[in-house]
């Protein structure tokens, strides 16, 4: 049997939560830890995070109840979890109670549309749950939901581009033979318009002594849907599940062809030399350090009034004071110009007096006494 060609990640629904389960059904011996992801209202199991390709899908319109495993697992942390499908029970094993709980919580709220009231979860938790709903009921009016009756004279349904698939290409028949012919290696399936405006065909190439092209219709249905018309008309709820039907029917013998964009890796630009004026295609340095912004403008802040201090007395010390003993400068401090002395003569020792009388008092006290003998 050949290996079935899954649909990569970038082809799946949006993701609303995702992380490692344990899984086993009745089928399985053993259980297997899987990369779990809620996309849309299917989850999709990975062998690794990374890996591109899903191994497993479970459709979770099939889902009956989901309920706690009180059974004790080897991982005293871990929790188990019983999901009743309608064709059969499988079990979940949670790194935790509170992942189960999530998982319950996304689980029920994409498939009844409404958040559970009866879950324990934080109000953060139910936030994004309640924003799962709201993007879940989105991705299915782009699909399913007709327009309203003034808006629909050309078509009963909204566009689906929001949520085509990546092996989607508006070609017409004869461009889509040329694309699948000249991509043989990448893909031998397309999804493009069909004929009417509102329908939709796959067109497919397989080689046998040259190049064998089929195209497949695919119609909406009223109730929403689609349809693969052949003679025992397939129904399918979206596009995806279109390409997933007959990528597994095929056993993978028919691969989507998806051409993914080309990237530069380096860095590269023009410069012209400056000597000779020809131009060059120059490689940029790696680790090239980014331009550092400038910095942004500071609102000017007003400095914070100081508590006016006291001195040691209790005596308030103003700020003012201080200013002003800050701007108006000191003086140097000179010592004070002495008194002149009063001259007082000792009778008793006349001599000690005459040393310490300056001469022009000596003078004058000179004259005196000639006037005094002259009188005597």
């Known amino acids: 049997m050949a290996k079935r060609a899954a649909r990569q ?34 989850l999709f199991f990975f062998n690794e995070k990374r890996d591109m390709d899903y191994v497993e899908k479970l459709d979770l319109k099939e889902l009956i109840s989901l309920t706690d495993d009180s059974s004790q697992d080897r991982n005293l942390d871990a929790a188990r ?70 808006a629909a004279n050309s078509s009963p349904y909204v566009s689906l581009t929001a949520d085509m698939p990546a ?18 290696k990448r893909g031998n399936l397309l999804l493009r318009p069909g004929g009417g405006g509102n329908n939709f ?31 025992d008309p397939v129904p399918c709820a979206t596009l995806h599940d279109v390409i997933d039907y007959l990528v597994e029917k095929t056993d993978g013998v028919l691969i989507p062809l998806i051409i993914e964009e080309q990237y ?9 030399d400056n000597e000779n004026g020809e131009k060059s295609v120059q490689q940029a340095p790696p680790n090239l350090v980014p331009p550092a912004l400038p910095p942004k403008p500071v609102a000017e802040r007003e400095p914070t009034p100081e508590p006016v ?31 002149p002395r009063k001259l007082t003569l000792p009778t008793s020792h006349p001599s000690t007096a005459v040393r310490q009388i300056p001469l022009a008092a000596l003078s004058e006290l000179k004259i005196k006494l000639e006037q005094k003998a002259k009188c005597v």
């Open 81 to 150: 979890l019983n999901m009743q499908m309608k064709d059969g029970n499988i079990k979940f094993t949670v790194p935790s109670a509170e992942a189960r709980e999530l998982w319950k919580g996304f689980i029920y709220s994409v498939t009844e549309l409404s958040v559970p009231s009866s879950l324990n979860l934080l109000p953060g938790q139910i936030q994004m749950l309640k924003e799962a709903v709201e993007r879940e009921k989105e991705r299915l009016k782009t699909t399913t939901t007709p327009l309203p009756p003034a």
């Open 201 to 231: 065909a796959v067109t497919t190439r397989q080689d046998l002594d040259g190049s064998i092209f089929k195209h497949y219709r695919v119609t909406r249905k009223h109730e929403g849907g689609f349809n693969i018309d052949v003679d």
């Open 264 to 272: 530069e890796k380096n860095i590269s630009f023009i410069r012209s």
């Open 309 to 339: 201090p006291t001195s040691s007395e209790g005596e308030a010390i103003y700020l003012n004071d201080q200013e002003l003993e800050k701007e108006v400068p000191k003086k140097a401090m000179m010592p004070p110009t002495p008194a």
């Open 167 to 184: 092996c989607y290409y508006n070609r017409t028949r004869v461009e889509a033979e040329l694309l699948l012919e000249r991509e043989a």
């Open 9 to 42: 990640r970038n082809q799946l629904p949006p993701c609303y939560y995702e992380g490692y389960l344990e899984k086993r059904s009745f089928k399985d011996k053993t259980s297997r830890k899987l990369w779990t992801c809620l996309c849309g209202n299917n």
